[in-house]
């Protein structure tokens, strides 16, 4: 599951210089729209790469929700499901001498529902890890913000932002753009977005 609250979408172009396109769906970010000189608040604003970051940084401070449009085919979603259930894996061998993180949460979800539904929550979660791909500039992006390798650094990061319950976990994928950029960028400006044609 990821957060419901939608005031944008945003799809992101390979055509034309890579643009993001973002598009207003609720009252207020119609009036949002409109503040930045689109007629009525109908229709959608591109934004180059380059300022992608700033742009998604800039809603969500400002509390607007933004839902993402992705082209991934099956096969990435199958790929980044099998990425984050290695993780997820990976997380068990945890030492219990090492502090409290997610991983605790994550584990005492998975003591309550099993390791079959844990399997089904990771299915679930893979179209909102290529989402927070997409945001933070996809495979030309991951090197700067040091999270290469796509199935060992990036994928756990992501993973470090979901909150766990018993019912299904939640990932607020604009969130966690926000932090990964906020962590990782090398500087105190946010990474320059690159768009890749090709996969994770």
Aim: net charge negative; glycine share 8%.
């Amino acid at each position: 599951m990821t957060a419901a609250t939608r005031d944008f979408t945003v799809a992101r172009s390979q055509n034309r210089g890579h643009t993001w396109t973002f598009t207003p769906v609720s009252s207020a970010a119609r009036q949002q729209a409109i503040d930045f000189g689109l007629p009525d608040g109908k229709g959608s604003y591109s934004v180059l790469d380059t300022f992608a970051a700033q742009e998604l940084q800039r809603l969500h401070e400002e509390g607007f929700g933004v839902g993402f449009e992705t082209k991934h085919g099956q096969e990435l979603l199958m790929e980044a499901a099998v990425c984050l259930w290695e993780a997820m894996l990976e997380s068990k061998d945890k030492s219990p001498e090492e502090p409290p993180n997610w991983e605790d949460r994550m584990m005492e979800v998975w003591e309550e529902v099993g390791t079959a539904h844990m399997r089904q929550f990771a299915i679930g979660l893979a179209p909102a890890i290529l989402h927070v791909y997409d945001g933070i500039g996809g495979a030309n992006a991951l090197p700067e913000l040091n999270l290469i390798p796509y199935d060992w650094m990036f994928v756990p990061s992501v993973l470090a932002e979901v909150v766990w319950h018993t019912s299904g976990p939640v990932l607020d994928p604009q969130a966690a753009i926000a932090t990964l950029l906020e962590k990782n960028s090398p500087s105190p400006d946010l990474a320059p977005m690159a768009a890749g044609p090709g996969g994770p």
